[in-house]
């Protein structure tokens, strides 16, 4: 009896050691790489159409959902919905760098069942955030189809001079960007 005790005790001990020098791992005891590219090819693709396009505002590739989303609870399970959740392309405002809407790249890999659920948390996240989204399913969606997307979120300004202070005749809206800083 007291043998099994005694091994008992050898056991915990070493199961304890072994937990803390698993513990104390350093970025020294790993082998890292840079991954390049870290868009494909599609991506890289949409991604200079969407700079092209959308000038005078911030597209950002590849954005941790977390970066820009909270949750106003305190609901670890709230959170793990979009924690560890990336979006394809974010595009903020130029100045103040608030986010305008999010561009998610569709690929074939979206249609099945465990993808479409997927897509379905994050547009019900992002929707619940007041954050827009646009899927495409091409990279190669015209410029035409992008400002259109672009113009339904952030509605034209009207231009200096014009406006409810300027005669009736002189009164129209015109599609005005911010200038780029």
Known sequence: MLGLVFLFA????????????AGRSSSRDFRFARRSPFLRQ???QLYERLRAALEDTHVFPQVAMSAFV??????????????????????????TMRPLYVIELDGASHGSAKAQKRDKQKNDVLASAGIPIMRYTSKDVDLKTILSDYF??????????????????????RAVRAPVA
């Open 10 to 21: 050898i056991v915990i001990i070493l199961l304890s050691i072994l937990k803390s020098a």
């Open 42 to 44: 599609d991506e890289i």
């Open 70 to 95: 909270q949750h106003r609870g305190k609901s670890q399970a709230a959170r793990n919905l979009f924690a560890q959740k990336y979006v394809d392309y974010l595009v903020c405002e130029r100045k």
């Open 152 to 173: 339904s979120v952030v509605p034209p300004r009207p231009a200096e001079g014009v406006g409810p202070s300027a005669p009736d005749n002189e009164r129209k809206l």
